[in-house]
Nanobody
Framework: VQLQASGGGSVQPGDSLRLSCAASGLTFSTSAMAWFRHPPGKEREFVAAISWDGSETRYEESVSGRFTISRDNAKNTVYLQMNSPNPEDTAVYYC??????????????????WGQGTLVTVSS
């Protein structure tokens, strides 16, 4: 299984950014997917999760209303649209997938597969 995250970069507060994560070797269409992040000097934390069919989504409170997780099962890709990012969103972002779960979970231990991470830096 490979999860290839992309789309990170440096943005200014208020800009928009979309992260993508392309999956291979995974039964993507029946897998729950998620994004986590690792801010500098902090623990890894949950950001957003989406069920196998996109009918269920969950968000960490600080990103709710600003970030949107979505998926395209035809392309085996999950996305994280980041609107109005602020400096506190600076982190390495990781996508994660679980072939054992179809519905969302916020626990990192519940995801068997992880991408390599993409760095997002928000600063003025």
């Amino acid at each position: 299984v490979q999860l290839q995250a992309s789309g990170g970069g440096s943005v200014q507060p208020g800009d928009s950014l979309r992260l993508s994560c392309a999956a291979s070797g995974l039964t993507f269409s029946t897998s729950a997917m998620a994004w986590f992040r690792h801010p500098p000097g902090k623990e890894r934390e949950f950001v957003a999760a989406i069920s196998w069919d996109g009918s269920e989504t969950r968000y960490e409170e600080s990103v709710s209303g600003r970030f949107t997780i979505s998926r395209d099962n035809a392309k085996n890709t999950v996305y994280l649209q980041m609107n109005s990012p602020n400096p506190e969103d600076t982190a390495v972002y990781y996508c994660a997938g679980s072939h054992l779960r179809m519905y969302t979970t916020t626990r990192s231990a519940d995801y068997e597969h992880w991408g390599q991470g993409t760095l997002v830096t928000v600063s003025s």
